[in-house]
């Protein structure tokens, strides 16, 4: 898209050398001095703020929060887990892209673990950046994730259930740092036999339980009006005299009707047996997650000595 404004943002950007080079670059756009370059920052956290919230009206603007680094996953795997010398393979997996928005969330899954393992989180192609700017971004390896307690929920499940992996779950927060939320072991099997009868049994409970109590909240409101109308009609009847002499008679004799034995014959014949066979729903997957302990080792930035908390603390 053409660019319509050029509008200067920080105190820097008043230096004429630095307006020179901009107007040089964006081929001779004038640029907008319209705004004080030391407030602006602090006047677009105020506009954002006041759209945050509730209390204030003010123009719609959107703000898109993005990371500026690729964020990849390095570990090792074995291209045969059972064979003793097979040597490890380095693998790396973009896990948040250059420019990915966030907040936001992303599994990696490590199909082929089935032991205690880690892997790392590191800055992934950097070849965007200068030499300087490379210099200025110091350490790339961010952190060292040790995943324990897969051996033991492998041998759990490896003869019931079909593994699909340890799935690590991360999380860019608002603030656009990292987080690792849970490290988790998945598995799926079919259902038993024995336990669709008893979903079965529950679902029917439940089901007439649920009509029992409509039918019986029915009753007891139709019950409670039919009370009052056997009331209103009782006071409002009038007696009648019946003579006793008057005898009912009715006639339950009927004449019978014969039946041809071709008809009969027939309508034998045209009778036709329905038999109706019912399949039996298939068995359902049911998914099993066993949580795995995991430890973050932080490798940007070096924990302060003793020596230096000891300083830190007397200043």
Do not use: C, W
């Not at 230096?15 to 602090?42: C, F, H, M, Y």
């Not at 950046?129 to 051996?151: E, P, Q």
């Not at 593994?163 to 939320?181: E, I, M, P, R």
């Not at 109706?276 to 924990?303: G, S």
């Amino acid at each position: 898209a053409e660019i319509q404004q050029v509008l200067l943002f920080g105190g820097s950007t008043r230096i004429p050398r630095v307006q020179n080079e901009l107007v040089k670059s964006l081929g001779g756009i004038e640029l907008g001095k319209s705004l004080n370059t030391d407030e602006a920052a602090a006047m677009g956290g105020v506009y954002q703020a006041a759209a945050l919230s509730k209390g204030y009206r003010v123009k719609k603007f959107i703000v898109k929060d993005a990371n500026q680094y690729p964020i990849n996953v390095q570990f090792e795997r074995h291209a045969d887990p059972t064979a003793e010398n097979s040597e490890p393979k380095l693998i790396d997996r973009t896990l948040f892209q250059r420019n990915n928005l966030y907040p936001n969330r992303k599994v990696m899954t490590f199909n082929r673990h089935t032991d205690d393992f880690s892997f790392d989180v590191r800055y992934g192609d950097l070849s965007f950046l200068s030499d300087t700017d490379k210099r200025s971004l110091g350490k790339t390896d961010l952190l060292r994730i040790n995943v324990s307690g897969a051996r033991k929920a492998y041998e759990k499940h490896q003869d019931t259930s079909e593994s699909k992996g340890v799935k690590a779950h991360f999380q860019l927060d608002d603030n656009s740092l990292l987080v690792l939320d849970r490290v988790e072991f998945v598995f799926e099997r079919k259902e038993t036999e024995a336990e669709r009868t008893n979903a079965t049994k529950d679902e029917d409970e439940s089901t007439l339980s649920k009509l029992g109590s409509k039918i019986s909240s029915f009753f007891s409101s139709s019950g409670a009006s039919s009370s009052e109308n056997d009331t209103n009609n009782t006071t409002n009847s009038t007696e009648e005299t019946v003579p006793t002499n008057t005898t009912e008679t009715t006639n339950d004799e009927q004449t019978a009707k014969p039946v041809d034995e071709k008809e009969g014959a027939n309508a034998t014949d045209n009778t036709t047996t329905t038999t109706t066979t019912t399949t039996a729903p298939p068995l359902k997957t049911i998914t099993i997650r066993e949580p795995l302990e995991f430890t973050v080792e932080i490798l940007d930035y070096a924990d302060p000595t003793l020596e230096a908390r000891a300083n830190s603390m007397k200043k």
